[in-house]
């Protein structure tokens, strides 16, 4: 089946540092890539949605400028969370979505194992 | 708008025992539907989804749901819980015919007593 991939899968930062978190689809091709944030103990919530080639749509109350999206190939997005502070401290999750033409699996969005972000 | 409600954040049942967590979908056009388990600090897993084919739908690790269209219901069971089946579980719906966003519903957390 379809792999979605994360790195790091776990980091701790100061405070005023920034953290690039990778998404990458293993075995295809995705044109679409979501990022969400869990707090704990709650659902997802979706912060972005990443087009290959162009800019991120985010969701309100997001801060662009905050959390860059790139998506510079069909199988890799990236999220940098810039100068991070403690309260951006949560376990971001990034979908990618399967355009294949054929099977189930189409329009499917596959997610990644997650990134636990901790910032002191 | 599209949204999704599960009733219950924490459903606890002994191990063997049936295992029934709710969701409830409000959608202005035909949904897609889908359930997710989530294991500890880990990312979501497709169980199974609704795409106006079968009502009933089966999926991995012997669960099922069934969409209810006059319940506006998609409700998630398994016969027999085992211990393995402890988790967190996401009800969720699509827009767009199934092309657009999810939408998650809060999560449900089984917990399963031996």
């Known amino acids: 089946g379809a792999v979605v991939s994360q790195h790091p899968s776990w980091v701790i930062c100061k405070s005023g540092t920034s953290v690039k978190i990778e998404c990458r689809s293993l075995?295809?091709?995705?044109?679409?890539m979501f990022w969400y944030r869990q707090f704990p103990k709650q659902s997802l919530m979706l912060m972005a949605t990443?087009?290959?080639?162009?800019?991120?749509?985010?969701e309100q109350g997001v801060e662009k400028d905050k959390f860059l999206i790139n998506h510079a190939s069909l199988t890799l997005s990236t999220l940098t969370v810039t100068s991070a502070h403690p309260e951006d401290s949560s376990f971001y999750i990034c979908?990618?979505?399967?355009?294949?033409?054929?099977?189930?699996?189409?329009?499917?969005?596959?997610f990644g194992p997650g990134t636990r972000l901790t910032v002191l | 708008a599209q949204s999704v409600t599960q009733l219950g954040s924490h459903v606890s049942v002994s191990e063997g025992a049936l295992v029934l967590l709710r969701c409830n979908y409000s959608?202005?056009?035909?949904?897609?539907l889908f359930w997710y388990v989530q294991y500890p600090n880990q990312g979501l897993q497709l169980l199974l989804k609704?795409?106006?084919?079968a009502t009933l739908v089966k999926g991995i690790n012997g669960f099922e749901a069934e969409f209810k269209k006059s319940e506006t219901s998609f409700h998630l069971t398994k016969p027999s819980a085992h211990m393995s089946d402890a988790a967190e579980y996401f009800c969720?719906?699509?827009?767009?015919w199934g092309q657009g966003n999810l939408i998650f519903g809060k999560g449900t957390k089984l917990s399963v007593k031996p």
């Open positions: 969720a719906v699509s827009d767009l």
């Open positions: 075995d295809f091709q995705a044109t679409t």
């Open positions: 959608s202005s056009v035909p949904p897609y």
């Open positions: 990443s087009n290959e080639g162009s800019k991120a749509t985010y």
């Open positions: 609704y795409t106006s084919a």
């Open positions: 979908s990618a979505r399967d355009l294949g033409t054929s099977g189930s699996s189409y329009n499917e969005q596959f």
